[in-house]
């Protein structure tokens, strides 16, 4: 788990942010971050519960390979794109836009 004060205070910025935000550990594709409105966007209670969680879980099979091209590209530098809208699978598993 991550901790210090400039995580507590970015944990605290996006939570005031009304769109559901998760930020993506890129090395071992892992959720690192998610504010309140991404949790209950995708069903949770809790932030934290979606904190080590795979991202593609939650990304429709129609576009894994679409978000798995974005995500190469973050990672080699030849994509500038720090962010992508997508339709998501709740924590039932239901189509979310």
Request: charged letters at 25%; a negative charge; aromatic letters at 6%.
């Amino acid at each position: 788990m991550m901790e210090g004060f400039a995580f507590q205070a970015d944990k605290a910025l996006l939570d005031t942010v009304f769109d559901g935000v998760v930020v993506i550990e890129l090395k071992h594709l892992r959720i690192s971050l998610a504010n309140k409105a991404a949790a209950g966007i995708l069903g949770y209670d809790d932030p934290e519960e979606l904190v080590g969680v795979d991202p593609f879980k939650h990304v429709s099979p129609e576009d894994h390979e679409r978000m798995s091209t974005a995500l190469a590209g973050l990672v080699s530098g030849s994509c500038l794109q720090a962010g992508a809208e997508t339709r998501v699978l709740d924590k039932r598993g239901k189509d979310v836009w």
